[in-house]
């Protein structure tokens, strides 16, 4: 299918390379695609990658997925025309980080989410909350020791929407996941990042991942 990736940071990146090895047709927005290293990065991936503006990729894409620096969605949003995210399932990989004085935070929290103002500024789209809580590293063919399954943590308000998701997970590499409920649970979804920036910076890695150890 046609995937438009808005961001083309380390996430954008890997999700955007993630999709197009297993043969969709990926456009990834970002505001400068005339890049000379982003170029280089497309031409290396295998499969099917462009790169546009974030207008190019939303309009490109069956499936969507937002991962832009947190404090900079609802303006890729903006710039992309919301028009385009109409009925589409949007991947939302957002975290509402701050980094203030040193000490990571977050902009928003406790009774509201970043995924949740995604939703409203986007409302006749299917946001799905996903692969927030893990490294960029772990997200396509994840390797790690320890739980023979590993889940990933979603949210959403869709059924369908989640479902579609899911299959998109599996094909990753991962056991499948695990569904934490409406929109409103990616408020704990994002909570648990900045403890996980903190768990990076003591182990001095960034690919650990948050595994629920079930029998």
């Keep these: 299918m046609n995937v438009g990736v808005l961001g083309s940071g380390d996430v954008g990146k890997r999700l955007a390379g993630g999709f197009a090895a297993r043969g969709h047709d990926v456009v990834v927005g970002t505001r400068s695609p005339g890049k000379a290293e982003l170029g280089t990065w497309a031409a290396g991936v295998k499969g099917k990658v462009r790169l546009g503006s974030f207008s190019d990729a939303a309009k490109h894409g069956e499936l969507l997925v937002l991962a832009v620096h947190g404090e900079n ?22 975290n509402p980080l701050t980094f203030s004085n040193g000490v990571v935070g977050l902009f928003v929290g406790t009774t509201d989410s970043l995924s949740e103002r995604v939703q409203k500024a986007l409302p006749t789209a299917k946001v799905v909350k996903a692969f927030n809580t893990v490294g960029s590293p772990q997200m396509v063919d994840p390797r790690v020791p ?26 990753f590499g991962w056991s499948g996941t695990i569904d934490v409920g409406d929109l409103a649970a990616a408020r704990w979804l994002e909570a648990m990042v900045p403890l996980w920036v903190r768990v990076g910076g003591t182990l001095h890695t960034w690919a650990h991942v948050w595994a629920v150890a079930r029998e």
């Design 73 to 94: 969605a609802l303006e890729a949003i903006e710039a992309a025309g919301q028009d385009a995210f109409s009925r589409k399932v949007v991947i939302d990989v957002t």
């Design 146 to 171: 320890g739980p023979s399954r590993l889940e990933l943590l979603i949210a959403g308000n869709d059924a369908t929407a989640k479902q579609q998701v899911t299959d998109v997970v599996k094909s």
